[in-house]
């Protein structure tokens, strides 16, 4: 099984590309996402655990795609936020928020995503152990973005514990990791960052600014093989786009879908008119409404 999708679906710059504008009355951007994709990276688990109602809308309101599963980032709290231990309550209140997720069997991994600056050290080999025990009832999948942890062992370490392995694209500068194709559980994870190399370290990029950036169709190509080395040894394989800005992310994972010999790709029509070119380039052909025979 592989789930191509996108991180987040809250963007106000998908008014007019990937949303229809003017949002027609009552419209769901989720429910209208999940007619095109097969799950979606939750973005806003990172900034604060979801609240358990909220969760159970998630659920909810992707109901219409019986295949659609969610990955959902862990709280900033475990694995940005380390100058003070963490406790037992916010280990609970991460669970009790993620709980409708798993109750509806829409939850198909919580990652745990750490940033370039998490270097394997003692101290870091340590934290990233103890996150991994406080959440080991979920299917997990750690995303390191520093080039020391690219050894043997922390791959083995890593399928001691049964927690799948992340492997990225993202702009490469020293001690980067590199991209890869590496399973150690259940979980396979690709994620791609774009390759925005000018605005990637720049202390003063907005997010948006990081994540501008469209995959041609040979830079997709390149990592066809990886995802599907990956999805050859997973039980179930996530492929995330998070170069968002624009809906750039949306597109590339239709570009990527048909790449990979899916016929039945669909796109939302503002995105097709936004982005005919690189969709045609990549074999798609223009959308029908959904539910058009």
């Known amino acids: 099984m592989i789930y191509f999708g996108v991180a987040g679906w809250s963007y106000d710059d998908w008014a007019g590309m990937v949303y ?71 280990v609970d209140v991460v669970r009790a928020g993620l709980a409708p997720l798993v109750e509806a069997g829409r939850l198909g991994c919580l990652l745990i995503q750490f940033p370039w600056s998490f270097k394997r050290e003692p101290a ?41 392995a992340v492997n990225i694209d993202q702009p490469l500068f020293r001690h980067s990791i590199t991209p890869d194709a590496q399973v150690t559980a259940g979980i396979g994870y690709v994620r791609l960052h774009g390759r925005n190399y000018e605005n990637w370290f720049r202390e003063d990029a907005e997010t948006h600014e990081r994540y501008d950036y469209l995959y041609t169709k040979d830079e997709l190509a390149g ?18 786009a998070n170069n968002h800005f624009r809906g750039q992310a949306v597109v590339n994972v239709a570009m990527l879908r048909r790449l990979a010999g899916d016929d039945t790709v669909l796109v939302p029509p503002d995105l097709w008119s936004a982005y005919r070119a690189p969709l045609e380039s990549a074999g798609l052909v223009a959308p029908r409404p959904l539910g058009a025979p």
């Not at 419209?27 to 159970?56: H, M, Q, V």
């Not at 969610?70 to 936020?81: Q, S």
């Not at 990592?223 to 995330?240: G, M, N, P």
């Open 124 to 164: 870091s080999r340590e934290w990233l152990g103890d996150v991994i025990a406080a959440f080991r009832e979920f299917p997990l999948a750690v995303e390191v973005r520093h080039g020391s942890w690219n050894v043997p062992e922390f791959y083995a370490s890593l399928a001691e514990h049964g927690v799948g």
């Open 20 to 90: 229809p504008s003017p949002k027609p009355k009552g419209f769901d951007p989720l429910a209208y996402l999940a007619g095109y994709l097969d799950t979606i990276e939750i973005n806003s688990t990172f900034y604060r655990p979801p609240a358990p109602k909220a969760a159970a809308s998630w659920a909810r309101r992707v109901a219409e795609n019986p295949r659609f599963s969610f990955t959902a980032k862990l709280w900033r709290r475990f694995t940005h936020e380390r100058a003070e231990a963490w406790g037992s309550a916010d």
């Open 223 to 240: 990592w066809l093989d990886r995802i599907h080395e990956v999805a050859e040894r997973a039980r179930a394989t996530y492929v995330i």
